[in-house]
């Protein structure tokens, strides 16, 4: 229950996280951060290069 108020009411926490692009569509990116995960691009905030490795920054919740 705690969690649907946090997401009615919270703010959004923004994080940047360590990716493997698997595969790019128009739409989304399949990354692997532990698990396979999609991702639509709408919900990226920044993409960065950081010593070879790709970084996103998008809401905490999206990973979960």
């Known amino acids: 229950m705690l969690w649907i108020i946090k997401l009615l009411f919270g703010k959004s926490e923004y994080i940047w996280v360590q ?3 698997i595969h790019e569509t128009d739409k989304a990116i ?15 905030a920044k ?13 905490e919740d999206i990973l979960r």
Do not use: C
């Open 47 to 59: 993409i960065r290069l950081r010593k070879g490795v790709f970084e996103v920054y998008i809401r």
């Open 19 to 21: 990716v493997r692009i």
């Open 30 to 44: 399949l990354v692997d951060h532990r698990r396979k995960v999609w991702i639509a691009k709408s919900q990226i």
